[in-house]
Each structure stands twice: as C-alpha cells, then as structure tokens.
T-cell receptor, first 113, second 112 residues
Framework: GESVGLHLPTLSVQEGDNSIINCAYS??????FIWYKQESGKGPQFIID???NMDKRQGQRVTVLLNKTVKHLSLQIAATQPGDSAVYFC????????????WGAGTKLIIKP | NAGVMQNPRHLVRRRGQEARLRCSPM?????VYWYRQLPEEGLKFMVY????????ESGMPKERFSAEFPKEGPSILRIQQVVRGDSAAYFC??????????FGSGTRLTVV
C-alpha cells in the first residue's frame, strides 16, 4: 500500500491564522520530500521541498518540518490567505527518480473569512 | 510562455471507445511525464517520455494504454476500449531534464 498518508482530510482555518498540515510516511529510506498545492481544476504546483539531511526549511510564508524519528512531515503556512485554499499533497522519494514520487492522499485546506 | 498545455480539458467517452489525451510541454522542455489521479487521491506515475523514446513505462497498465512523444507535435496518451475504471484526471508534466517539473491543468476523462 501507499507509504505516505495524511492525518486530516480537511482542515478549516480562519483567515490570518497559521495552518499546519501533517503527513506521515512509513519508509525510512525516503530521502526527499515535496509539498504540492493543487487548486481546484488545476495541476499540482510545487511549494517547497526538503531532503532527509535537514530538519527544517523555510520559504515565503511556508515552512516544512521533517521529523525522521517518528517519520513525520508538516507544512506550516503563516498568515493564511484565501488564495491558500487548495488540496495539499506531500510526496516522497524512496530512492528512485523524482518523477516517481509516492504521493499521499491530500488534505483540503479551507479558509474561513 | 504558455506553460504545459493539455487538451481537451474534459473528455467524455462511452465504454469501448478510444480516448486520446494530448500534452504540449513547456517551450524548451524535452521530457514529458504522464500521471493519473483518482478522486481524492494523489498522483500516480504512468510513463516518462523523451522525443521519440519511451524512457520509463513502469506505471503504465500493460493493456489498452499507450503513449508517444513524436518528433513533431504533442505527446499523446492513448487509452483503447475505455472502461469505467479509466475515469480519472490525467496530468502531464514536463521538465528540461534537471529537477523541477511543471504540471499542466489536466484532462478529466469520464467514461459513461
């Protein structure tokens, strides 16, 4: 079965609050992780990535945390905006090529006004 | 730069018909990848092509599915004798060879 999974299928947050989307993976050999954002009717869009030799990586308003001990990945979005509404996927590379990432099922982020 | 262009956006086929999905990569990209996405699931890799070559088809079903990327024109994903289980969104991505993939907006295939 899939080795990547998400804790919550839907997450509702107030506009302006911070969002945290979680992802669990089971393959300890995974060495590269990516978060994608998919808006309704569109293709996935790269957000941020992290390699297994790192614990944290920051981008613009987004931070990815990697806890290899418990095989957990999270995406933090600061000051959530209406444009952040989308489905967020984590994907992992278990040693193959990056086009063969294993994708999780996705978490739908809903922004409340 | 129009990005990765996929057409049609929506395709309805009756069981037993053929479906042809087209993908034009970004300008300058010579690597094309096809993925399938079932509702509320992540993407699953199907096939990786370069011009006139299939590089990796390990994710492609053995029967009824084929893909090509001719010297001229778009990449084509072809599904023969479609069944209801083929209903899904099919995404194409392209790259210039290094890390970094740009996805198209997908073709949503519905088999009735």
């Amino acid at each position: 079965g899939e080795s990547v999974g998400l804790h919550l299928p839907t997450l509702s947050v107030q506009e302006g609050d911070n969002s945290i989307i979680n992802c669990a993976y089971s393959n300890s050999a995974s060495d590269y992780f990516i978060w994608y954002k998919q808006e309704s009717g569109k293709g996935p869009q790269f957000i941020i990535d992290i390699r297994s030799n790192m614990d944290k990586r920051q981008g613009q308003r987004v931070t990815v945390l990697l806890n290899k001990t418990v095989k957990h990945l999270s995406l933090q979005i600061a000051a959530t905006q209406p444009g952040d509404s989308a489905v967020y996927f984590c994907a992992e590379n278990i040693g193959g090529s990056n086009y063969q990432l294993i994708w999780g099922a996705g978490t739908k982020l809903i922004i409340k006004p | 730069n129009a990005g990765v262009m996929q057409n049609p956006r929506h395709l309805v086929r009756r069981r037993g018909q053929e479906a042809r999905l087209r993908c034009s990569p970004m300008k300058g990209h010579s690597h094309v990848y096809w993925y399938r996405q079932l509702p509320e699931e992540g993407l699953k890799f199907m096939v990786y092509l370069q011009k006139e070559n299939i590089i990796d088809e390990s994710g492609m079903p053995k029967e009824r599915f084929s893909a090509e990327f001719p010297k001229e024109g778009p990449s084509i994903l072809r599904i023969q004798q479609v069944v209801r289980g083929d209903s899904a969104a099919y995404f194409c991505a392209s790259s210039g060879g290094a890390d970094g993939y740009t996805f198209g907006s997908g073709t949503r295939l519905t088999v009735v």
